[in-house]
């Protein structure tokens, strides 16, 4: 069983940055790829960043790549989202994901656990 909990949102101006942290219990948080995700009002939850247990391979959806950064520290048990120059289309609930055994996928079925998410919001 793992949990995670999210923290790091807020409001921020376009252009600005925040960085969300996950924090993981457990002692096998290596052993789980770990993404991050987020729905907006009225949308479905859609991918962002995923990392693979190493920290290798990071994968990005398009929308945020160049800008967003996923990263992990598994002394820790800690990943983090490193959001630069956001966008007011960045406002949403961004939720960490925890896919046991997994590379990284950006497919909500391959993940195992869920946080609760923190807000993001945008302001033009």
Same mark, same amino acid.
């Given at each position: 069983q793992v949990q995670l909990v999210e923290s790091g949102g807020g409001l921020v101006q376009a252009g600005g940055s925040l960085r969300l942290s996950c924090a993981a219990s457990g002692r096998t948080f290596s052993s789980y790829a770990m993404g991050w995700f987020r729905q907006a009002p009225g949308k479905e939850?859609?991918?962002?960043?995923?990392?693979? =247990?190493?920290g290798g391979a990071p994968y990005y959806a398009n929308s945020v790549k160049g800008r967003f950064t996923i990263s992990r520290d598994n002394a820790k048990n800690t990943v983090y989202l490193q959001m630069n120059s956001l966008k007011p289309e960045d406002t949403a609930v961004y939720y960490c994901a925890a896919e046991r055994y997994g590379l990284g996928?950006?497919?909500?079925?391959?993940?195992?656990? =869920?946080?609760?998410?923190?807000?993001?919001t945008v302001s033009s």
């Open positions: 939850r859609e991918f962002v960043a995923a990392i693979s =247990w190493s996928s950006g497919n909500m079925d391959e993940y195992d656990y =869920w946080g609760q998410g923190t807000q993001v």
